[in-house]
């Protein structure tokens, strides 16, 4: 594993740390074409053989959209988008969005992305694949 990748929202009530399997620039973010991830300017990167951990104070916002299988992670009070999440048969699966992280600039460019495009079990085979399975949240004590 590689070091790691810090990041998180404006006011620190969501941080996370990221450890990929290899050099960030083999990585290159994932920019969903669908409205709300353009209108919230995400791009998501995610690692099936890297570490996601995440600590939390509070509860976070939940949205679902598209076709209401991942639980898109927000900031309730910077508003800060951070993460899909994905769960399968007791399985957690994360994405990060790459403008949540502390130092972008090492990955590779930004690939165009349409999952909406995808059928519901596309979507999820596609995650399963993708995303990290390696995931820990943790509450912290506001």
Not at 3 to 26: D, K, N, Q, W
Not at 65 to 79: L, T, Y
Not at 115 to 133: C, H
């Amino acid at each position: 594993m590689n070091a790691p990748h810090h990041g998180g929202c404006h006011c620190g009530r969501i941080v996370f740390e990221m450890t990929l399997s290899g050099p960030a620039s083999a990585f290159a973010p994932r920019a969903c074409d669908c409205s709300f991830c353009r209108k919230h300017g995400a791009a998501w990167l995610s690692d099936a053989d890297g570490a996601l951990r995440v600590r939390q104070r509070g509860e976070a916002l939940v949205y679902r959209q598209g076709s209401a299988q991942a639980d898109f992670i927000a900031c309730p009070h910077c508003a800060v988008l951070l993460l899909a999440m994905f769960e399968r048969e007791g399985s957690v699966r994360v994405a990060v969005n790459v403008r949540a992280l502390d130092d972008a600039t090492e990955f590779a460019a930004e690939q165009p992305a349409s999952p909406q495009r995808l059928a519901p079990n596309e979507k999820r085979e596609r995650w399963t694949q993708l995303w990290f399975s390696d995931v820990r949240v943790t509450m912290a004590d506001d």
